[in-house]
């Protein structure tokens, strides 16, 4: 053995759950970000608030609302 002992070390699941809600948001933020620096997701941003403004948009609720817009 090379001297290093296999341990564990118990973590609270709610300290888990934070820490992956989190890097959910981090996620996000990059997502955007990266939207944002290419030109062609500004232009799309950019037409989809025009969308919004004249109420040209649907709303879905849930992932099954969406999959229902898209059939």
């Known amino acids: 053995?090379?001297?290093?002992?296999?341990?564990?070390?118990?973590?609270?699941?709610?300290?888990?759950?934070?820490?992956?809600?989190?890097?959910?948001?981090?996620?996000?933020?990059?997502?955007?970000l990266e939207e944002l620096i290419d030109s062609e997701g500004l232009q799309r941003i950019h037409r989809a608030e025009g969308e919004y403004r004249r109420g040209q948009y649907t709303a879905a609720e849930g992932s099954c609302g969406v999959k229902k817009l898209v059939e």
């Open 1 to 32: 053995m090379s001297g290093l002992e296999e341990s564990s070390v118990a973590v609270p699941k709610e300290l888990l759950k934070d820490l992956y809600q989190g890097l959910v948001k981090v996620e996000e933020v990059l997502a955007t």
